[in-house]
């Protein structure tokens, strides 16, 4: 295909919709495209800017700059107040003091500047604390409604509801909520809608939706929202936010077992990855084409992948990482019939995980090993490991429905009764159930006689 | 260069760019269609930042 004119380019700036598919994939391969856009966009931006403006305007020349100006000034007040209201919020220790605070209510903490301080902590906390992240949001979201619309520009009331209902999605996708994560996620890109051009925050927003749906195995919705957030992502030139979308939807060909297909994707963003000199994206992508090329039975591609993957994890020091890439390495080992070292690796991998205290993704190896040890060694053996991880389970308090299918599966090993699809059956339900914590286990449909 | 634009690109652009105002809305109180005003825009637009290359080129002859 021609490369794209800059009318055409100039007119996607404008209105992104206005580009055909097959226009949009020849923008997502062509760089001298993306450069072209990329020069149209900025100029873009400067338009936007008020001091473009200063003197020329003839519908509110010096009041419109004016009132920019000093909504700049109030922004940054607002934004060093609320650092000094908030202080002693900021650690997830304070999280009860927090909540009895009430500080929705209270009208001095009633600013965009809070608000977005709650939404910059929520974003930050997800990972170490999301049900903290999860009130920030919320607060933060209960604040951005309660703005006087008089009182902001509308724009920024419309990007500041978008954003906290954004963190809240987050929040509550790391959390496992995933249909409230779904409604947030709603109420965000209507916001960002409203707005009246496309923002970094739409393109983030897109892509929490495509996980959401990924982690409730909703594979078909999932990869459009990838494909949402890549376009929107491209548009916008946030090459990160880009190969996300593009990382993700890799994943949903891999779940849909499009091995061949998912590791082109990561391929690329491997390439990206090396370009950029990005050792993060290089290690992550090698560990995901790694799995697709094992699950291909390529195994020299495999091991390649996996061992330049363990390699920079190990010189980051990423720990849990490390342990993912040596269990796929471990599987690579019983493909190519080395079942020993594979059984050995795979008992490292649990007691690894389990001191991690990542006790589902234990229990999603622990399943792995029982189908090894089915293939090798007896039911004795199943029920022994599989014995161990329940008890760690039971010792750490989580009684979850994980518990439940793991002793479900010890009990037909101790019984003679396991099969491969019933081991099959578990691990599927394990994998889930760590994406979605409230699913309830339901032992499989008897096999057929 | 904005100065030097006629007063329909001018203000087009503005309430585009400054106020934020969307096509749509523009196209309403003009009674046009959003397409005509999305096409005016990329007119303007090219045409102010045509005359920003030359400027920047001429500026950076020896």
Same mark, same amino acid.
């Given at each position: 295909?021609k490369?794209?004119s800059?009318?055409t380019l100039?007119?996607?700036?404008i209105e992104?919709?206005l580009?055909?598919?097959?226009?949009?994939?020849?923008l997502?391969?062509c760089h001298?495209?993306?450069r072209?856009? +990329?020069?149209?966009?900025?100029?873009?931006?400067?338009?936007?800017?008020?001091?473009?403006?200063?003197?020329?305007?003839?519908a509110?020349?010096?009041?419109t700059?004016d009132?920019?100006?000093? =909504? &700049?000034v109030r922004?940054? %007040?607002?934004?060093?107040?609320? *650092?000094?209201?908030?202080d002693?919020?900021?650690?997830?220790? +304070?999280?009860? !003091?927090?909540v009895?605070?009430g500080?929705?209510?209270?009208?001095?903490f /009633?600013?965009?500047?809070v608000?977005?301080?709650?939404?910059?902590?929520?974003?930050?906390?997800?990972?170490?604390d999301?049900?903290y992240a999860?009130?920030? &949001?919320?607060?933060?979201?209960q604040?951005? @409604?309660?703005?006087?619309?008089t009182?902001?520009?509308r724009?920024?009331i419309?990007?500041?509801?978008? %954003?906290?209902?954004?963190?809240?999605?987050?929040?509550l996708?790391?959390?496992g909520? *995933?249909p409230?994560?779904?409604?947030?996620v709603?109420k965000?890109?209507?916001e960002?809608?409203?707005?009246?051009? %496309?923002n970094l925050?739409l393109?983030?927003?897109?892509?929490v !939706?495509?996980?959401?749906? @990924?982690?409730?195995?909703?594979?078909?919705?999932?990869?459009a929202a990838?494909?949402?957030a890549?376009?929107a992502s491209?548009?916008?030139g946030?090459?990160? $936010?880009?190969?996300?979308a593009?990382?993700?939807?890799?994943?949903?060909?891999?779940?849909?077992?499009?091995? #061949?297909? &998912?590791a082109n994707v990561?391929?690329?963003?491997?390439?990206?990855g090396?370009?950029?000199?990005?050792?993060?994206?290089?290690?992550?992508e090698?560990?995901?084409?790694?799995?697709?090329?094992?699950?291909?039975?390529?195994a020299?591609?495999?091991r390649?992948h996996l061992?330049?993957?363990?390699?920079? =994890?190990?010189?980051?020091?990423f720990?849990? %990482?490390? $342990? /993912?890439?040596d269990?796929?390495?471990a !599987?690579?080992? =019983?493909?190519?019939?080395?079942?020993p070292?594979?059984v050995?690796?795979l008992?490292?991998?649990?007691a690894e995980?389990?001191?991690h205290?990542?006790l589902?993704?234990?229990?999603?190896?622990?399943?792995?090993?029982?189908?090894?040890l089915?293939a090798?060694?007896?039911p004795?053996?199943?029920?022994?490991?599989? +014995?161990?991880?329940?008890?760690?389970f039971?010792?750490a308090?989580?009684l979850t429905?994980?518990l439940? #299918?793991?002793?479900? *599966?010890k009990?037909?090993a101790?019984?003679g009764?396991?099969t491969?699809?019933l081991v099959?059956?578990?691990?599927r339900?394990?994998?889930?159930?760590?994406?979605?914590?409230?699913l309830? =286990?339901?032992?499989?449909?008897?096999?057929?006689v | 260069?904005?100065?030097?634009?006629?007063?329909?690109?001018?203000?087009?652009l503005?309430?585009?760019?400054?106020?934020g105002?969307?096509?749509i809305?523009?196209?309403e109180?003009?009674?046009? $269609?959003?397409?005509?005003?999305?096409r005016? *825009?990329?007119?303007?637009?090219?045409?102010?930042?045509s005359?920003?290359?030359? $400027?920047t080129?001429?500026?950076?002859?020896?």
């Amino acid at each position: 295909m021609k490369h794209l004119s800059q009318r055409t380019l100039g007119l996607y700036a404008i209105e992104a919709t206005l580009l055909s598919a097959e226009e949009r994939d020849h923008l997502a391969a062509c760089h001298d495209c993306q450069r072209a856009l +990329a020069g149209i966009q900025t100029f873009d931006s400067v338009l936007r800017e008020p001091e473009t403006w200063v003197g020329l305007s003839d519908a509110a020349p010096r009041q419109t700059n004016d009132d920019l100006r000093a =909504f &700049a000034v109030r922004f940054a %007040e607002e934004d060093a107040e609320a *650092l000094e209201l908030l202080d002693e919020f900021k650690e997830p220790v +304070a999280a009860a !003091r927090f909540v009895w605070a009430g500080i929705a209510a209270k009208p001095r903490f /009633r600013t965009g500047g809070v608000a977005r301080l709650l939404c910059r902590w929520a974003n930050g906390m997800c990972e170490r604390d999301p049900l903290y992240a999860l009130k920030l &949001a919320e607060v933060a979201t209960q604040i951005s @409604y309660a703005l006087p619309d008089t009182s902001y520009p509308r724009n920024a009331i419309h990007e500041l509801r978008g %954003e906290a209902l954004k963190e809240q999605a987050n929040a509550l996708r790391f959390l496992g909520r *995933l249909p409230a994560a779904l409604r947030a996620v709603t109420k965000s890109e209507l916001e960002y809608r409203r707005l009246p051009h %496309e923002n970094l925050g739409l393109a983030a927003v897109k892509y929490v !939706r495509g996980c959401v749906h @990924y982690e409730q195995d909703e594979l078909d919705d999932a990869e459009a929202a990838a494909h949402d957030a890549a376009d929107a992502s491209l548009r916008l030139g946030l090459a990160d $936010t880009y190969m996300n979308a593009r990382h993700l939807l890799g994943h949903v060909l891999f779940d849909r077992q499009e091995y #061949a297909a &998912a590791a082109n994707v990561f391929e690329g963003i491997l390439r990206y990855g090396k370009a950029k000199g990005s050792v993060v994206w290089i290690a992550r992508e090698s560990l995901s084409a790694g799995g697709c090329y094992l699950e291909l039975g390529r195994a020299a591609e495999a091991r390649h992948h996996l061992d330049d993957a363990r390699r920079l =994890f190990s010189e980051m020091g990423f720990l849990t %990482e490390i $342990t /993912r890439v040596d269990w796929a390495i471990a !599987r690579l080992m =019983f493909s190519e019939g080395n079942i020993p070292e594979a059984v050995h690796r795979l008992r490292r991998c649990i007691a690894e995980l389990t001191s991690h205290e990542m006790l589902t993704e234990a229990a999603v190896v622990a399943v792995d090993l029982a189908e090894i040890l089915h293939a090798t060694s007896g039911p004795r053996e199943i029920a022994k490991v599989l +014995a161990n991880v329940v008890r760690t389970f039971m010792d750490a308090g989580k009684l979850t429905s994980v518990l439940t #299918a793991l002793a479900y *599966l010890k009990d037909a090993a101790t019984a003679g009764t396991v099969t491969p699809g019933l081991v099959a059956y578990v691990r599927r339900f394990v994998q889930r159930a760590e994406r979605q914590p409230e699913l309830l =286990f339901v032992p499989p449909p008897p096999d057929p006689v | 260069m904005l100065a030097r634009l006629g007063a329909s690109c001018r203000d087009t652009l503005e309430r585009f760019y400054l106020l934020g105002e969307s096509a749509i809305a523009i196209a309403e109180q003009r009674q046009k $269609t959003s397409n005509y005003i999305r096409r005016l *825009l990329n007119y303007c637009r090219n045409r102010v930042r045509s005359m920003y290359i030359a $400027t920047t080129s001429r500026e950076s002859l020896p």
